[in-house]
């Protein structure tokens, strides 16, 4: 007899139990057995509720900022200008 077949028999010494028994646990039991799984749902879930809640401004994101771009560049443009039709104006190379 191999030692995995010893330990396979053995049963776990905590609670008793062997590995392929199927008895059903307490509640507790089963929240502590599937709380990685549930919580990882969780996590997906609430992920998923923000992006498609936000979904519009994130796909609006590109546009504002080609936006913001213009503006700043037409803005720089215009203080280029002279403020009177009197004064010099200077050339920009």
Known sequence: MS???RRAGS???RTGRSHGSKKKGSFRDR???????????????????LVAWRLQAILNYPAVMAQQKNSTSSSQETSALPESPDSPVEVMA
């Open 3 to 5: 030692r995995r077949d």
């Open 31 to 49: 929240i502590h057995d599937y709380n990685d799984i549930l919580l990882a749902v969780v996590i997906i879930l609430v992920a998923a509720f």
């Open 11 to 13: 049963g776990d010494r």
